[in-house]
């Protein structure tokens, strides 16, 4: 079992950044995927960013060149920068991870967090 729980989530303006961490415990084995995807009010929920175990990184194309994902290793933490933010990014944003690889940024994991508001004005 995968334990994930996010934060970084807040307030900021259109343009501005933030940065979600999540601390992952627990064993995927590999190939595994770690990602991002998020839900908005009334909207079906989407796969944001993705990272797979041999360091690939997969982005929906709303986010390319705006957001990044990374991990820390050391200390088993996931991130998501994000940067040049548009209203339309506002959304709950969850940590999610999968033993299967990502071939594209997917909102279908095995395991989630309990999510983080994000809000873009």
């Known amino acids: 079992h995968v334990q994930l729980v996010e934060s970084g989530g807040g307030s900021v303006q259109a343009g501005g950044s933030l940065r979600l961490s999540c601390t992952a415990s627990?064993?995927?084995?590999?190939?595994?995927?770690l990602g991002w995807f998020r839900q908005a009010p009334g909207k079906e929920r989407e796969g944001v960013a993705a990272l797979n175990s041999d360091g690939s990184t997969k982005y929906t194309d709303s986010v390319k060149g705006r957001f990044a994902i990374s991990k820390d290793n050391a200390d088993n933490i996931l991130y998501l920068q994000m940067n040049s933010q548009k209203p339309e990014d506002t959304a709950l944003y969850y940590c999610?991870?999968?033993?299967?690889?990502?071939?594209?940024?997917?909102?279908?994991?095995?395991?989630r967090g309990q999510g983080t508001q994000v809000t873009v004005s």
């Open positions: 999610a991870a999968d033993p299967r690889y990502c071939f594209g940024a997917r909102y279908d994991y095995r395991f």
């Open positions: 627990g064993y995927l084995g590999t190939p595994y995927c």
